[in-house]
């Protein structure tokens, strides 16, 4: 019996290693690129559905904050006071919590700056060698001073690096509720010559300071039943993953500060004036361009003095995932209404005077316009007011974002390169409230879900703003130079943002480009649209994963599209189809009507008489490991023109070449595949028949141009 044994595993060893030649023999595994995602693919379950929407048992945690925040404009400093109220809405026992500490990469000992590569260059500008070389280490990171239950008593707590674990006295059971409190402060940081997505800027002719202040609180980090505890490290690049709660927040800062934050405002008597308050209701009522509620000239009267009181400002912020504030003496401010489908959302802009006549010109209605066209094709914008801060940066939270943009001609005045960039970060940061802040994504794992979709809506708030807007980001040819480098230097999109080495293309570009490649080319601006808002819809105030999104847009158009995730998102695969081959016919008909098709081998596609049905035999090769639609092109005698496009299924038996024949009662002469650049194709030198030749001085001119 054991011979035997031995004599079938033989048997089986055997012809598992002819089948593994097999597969193997060019080189590369040959599995059919059409097969499903049934292994890269969660199973589906009872909290998420096979068709990507949440299951009947879906749940997630609620985190709510009561703070009180005090900036110290003298010592560039925060003191928070803090109240977490930790709701388990999970079927799971918890024996402990997990807080972001996100001050903490800036701490004198964080590890951050270890793990990255550097060499000395050169040439370094004065405010790159200040950061790379201070002085003394800049120590911003979290104090934490007190971490007590909700009666005062000490609560066992462990720090690691960003992180903080809460031992909780005993397990909080399922659909329990813990509070507890942590006091902190921090320096904080100048983002302009130490970096960062928030801190203040500094203006050494008068002597004042912007702040735009996020990631200024311990948080909690997300529980689910995907990742359990959602609790890498923050290294600095990969953002964020938090649940929704409800957040009282007060704020102490200087007397003479104006500010905007997260939240309704509750107190406004006690921080504006009348006359402000007047121009707030004229706000309210105007929806055609903003009005001005504290001028220019006003802001530069009180950036020349510096009180010594204080003023707090009272918000209260329900249903949000995160927090965040700006603040000046130098703060301009203005506001107006948009009206999404009959209800009033207030767009509004803080800028010093630095950043004007561009911000005053642009902001506010590049804010109003992200409202509207992310409204149209997800949901209705939920909040009451979207903010556009002047910050220098471009960085994201609920209801507020922080924005470059400064004049930067002679005469105080813009340039085109200036305003686009400016409007397109403005509509890329405000779109962000709707991914992630609302299709709450895991930032920290999957990059794209925030970045790429936000991204793709961009471009269609850019067209809305600007009809000739200059999209960099997106469209199908802007995307060839980075997917045909290195392939050594591309990682797939499905990886975590900290281990890619081009981050923008990763992350932005290619998924922005797969979309618009989805809507524009494959599956069409109907199905698209319908399948990416129900997607939104579905997950908003969620906590959406990749297959939910995968399978909500194949669930909600009845298109197949496993083979498309698979290739522009799980491999580092290049689009290349060509013209391999055009063969002529010439039929001629038989006494019994039968009919014969005979090869035309003359050269080129002319034929050698006229015809009154003309017969192409095309074959099309794919060098490129992609799988897509083969857009042809084909250019008549009489110079019209006729455009048809074969399915990716195509390439369904063969994924190298396959043969399509054409016919016409026009002679054909020329064809070209991808006329119009829509599917990304990395080499346009085989896309078209008879093959054109570049001269001496075409490579001058594409050099020229270059």
């Given at each position: 019996m054991k011979k035997n044994i031995l004599f079938v595993f033989s048997i089986f060893f055997a012809i598992a290693t002819v089948f593994a030649q097999q597969i193997t023999k060019e080189g590369h595994t040959n599995q059919n690129k059409f097969r499903q995602l049934k292994q890269e693919l969660p199973t589906p379950n009872s909290q998420r559905t096979a068709s990507g929407a949440p299951g009947i048992k879906y749940t997630q945690q609620k985190v709510d904050y009561t703070m009180d925040i005090v900036l110290n404009d003298d010592k560039q400093s925060i003191t928070g006071n803090e109240t977490i109220t930790y709701h388990n809405n999970s079927t799971d026992e918890l024996t402990y919590l997990w807080v972001q500490l996100d001050q903490n990469m800036r701490a004198a000992d964080s590890k951050t700056p270890d793990?990255?590569?550097?060499?000395?260059?050169?040439?370094?500008?004065?405010?790159?060698?200040?950061?790379?070389?201070?002085?003394?280490?800049?120590?911003?990171?979290?104090?934490?001073?007190?971490?007590?239950?909700?009666?005062?008593?000490?609560?066992?707590?462990?720090?690691?690096?960003?992180?903080?674990?809460?031992?909780?006295?005993?397990?909080?059971?399922?659909?329990?509720?813990?509070?507890?409190?942590?006091?902190?402060?921090?320096?904080?940081?100048?983002?302009?010559?130490?970096?960062?997505?928030?801190?203040?800027?500094?203006?050494?002719?008068?002597?004042?300071?912007?702040?735009?202040?996020?990631?200024?609180?311990?948080?909690?980090?997300?529980?689910?039943?995907?990742?359990?505890?959602?609790?890498?490290?923050?290294?600095?690049?990969?953002?964020?993953?938090?649940?929704?709660?409800?957040?009282?927040?007060?704020?102490?800062?200087?007397?003479?500060?104006?500010?905007?934050?997260?939240?309704?405002?509750?107190?406004?008597?006690?921080?504006?004036?009348?006359?402000?308050?007047?121009?707030?209701?004229?706000?309210?009522?105007?929806?055609?361009?903003?009005?001005?509620?504290?001028?220019?000239?006003?802001?530069?009267?009180?950036?020349?003095?510096?009180?010594?009181?204080?003023?707090?400002?009272?918000?209260?912020?329900?249903?949000?995932?995160?927090?965040a504030f700006a603040t000046s003496r130098k703060f301009i401010f203005d506001a107006m209404a948009v009206d999404i489908n009959g209800k009033t959302v207030m767009a509004e802009s803080l800028y010093s005077k630095e950043a004007n006549p561009l911000y005053g010109d642009h902001s506010t209605r590049a804010v109003a316009q992200t409202l509207k066209t992310y409204s149209r094709y997800t949901f209705d914008y939920p909040y009451h007011k979207a903010i556009s801060v002047d910050g220098q940066m471009g960085m994201e939270y609920p209801q507020i974002c922080f924005n470059p943009g400064r004049p930067d001609l002679a005469d105080g005045g813009y340039s085109d390169r200036v305003k686009y960039r400016m409007v397109k970060v403005t509509i890329h940061e405000v779109g962000h409230n709707f991914f992630p802040m609302i299709v709450n994504s895991d930032e920290r794992q999957w990059t794209w879900m925030d970045e790429g979709l936000n991204s793709y809506m961009e471009m269609l708030a850019e067209l809305d703003y600007d009809k000739d807007f200059p999209i960099t980001r997106g469209y199908p040819k802007n995307i060839v130079k980075y997917m045909s480098g290195d392939q050594a230097r591309i990682a797939p999109i499905m990886s975590k943002g900290d281990n890619v080495y081009s981050f923008g293309n990763n992350a932005y570009g290619k998924p922005a480009t797969a979309l618009w490649i989805l809507r524009e080319t494959i599956m069409g601006k109907e199905l698209f649209d319908h399948a990416f808002a129900t997607y939104s819809k579905r997950w908003k105030f969620k906590h959406p994963t990749p297959a939910d999104f995968f399978r909500s847009m194949e669930d909600a158009s009845a298109m197949d599209l496993d083979w498309f995730w698979r290739g522009w998102f799980y491999s580092t695969d290049v689009t290349d189809i060509g013209v391999k081959e055009v063969k002529k016919f010439y039929t001629t008909t038989n006494e019994d009507d039968s009919v014969n098709f005979t090869e035309d081998t003359s050269n080129g596609l002319g034929f050698t008489k006229k015809q009154s049905k003309y017969h192409y035999e095309i074959t099309y090769n794919k060098p490129g490991g992609l799988v897509m639609p083969i857009i042809v092109e084909f250019t008549y005698k009489d110079g019209t023109k006729e455009k048809k496009t074969y399915p990716a299924q195509i390439w369904r038996y063969n994924d190298k070449e396959v043969t399509k024949v054409f016919s016409s009662s026009k002679e054909v002469q020329n064809i070209t595949i991808d006329p119009d650049l829509e599917t990304a194709d990395v080499d346009t030198s085989n896309n078209s028949w008879p093959k054109k030749t570049t001269t001496k001085f075409d490579k001058f001119k594409n050099k020229v141009k270059g």
């Open positions: 793990i990255a590569p550097t060499k000395i260059r050169k040439k370094l500008p004065k405010r790159f060698y200040d950061r790379a070389f201070p002085e003394k280490p800049f120590d911003g990171g979290f104090k934490i001073t007190n971490v007590t239950n909700a009666d005062g008593t000490k609560l066992s707590h462990t720090i690691n690096q960003t992180m903080m674990r809460i031992n909780l006295p005993q397990p909080l059971a399922s659909g329990d509720t813990f509070k507890f409190n942590i006091n902190w402060w921090y320096y904080i940081n100048n983002h302009r010559t130490q970096g960062g997505r928030s801190g203040y800027e500094h203006f050494p002719e008068d002597n004042n300071n912007n702040y735009v202040i996020a990631q200024f609180y311990p948080r909690l980090c997300v529980y689910d039943n995907v990742e359990g505890w959602q609790n890498d490290q923050f290294w600095g690049r990969s953002e964020f993953a938090l649940e929704f709660g409800d957040f009282n927040v007060n704020i102490t800062v200087p007397a003479d500060h104006m500010l905007g934050a997260t939240g309704v405002l509750l107190n406004k008597k006690d921080v504006f004036s009348k006359t402000e308050l007047k121009r707030i209701e004229t706000a309210r009522k105007t929806f055609d361009k903003p009005v001005i509620i504290r001028t220019q000239k006003e802001a530069e009267k009180i950036e020349q003095g510096r009180s010594k009181k204080t003023k707090t400002w009272k918000f209260k912020a329900t249903n949000v995932r995160d927090y």
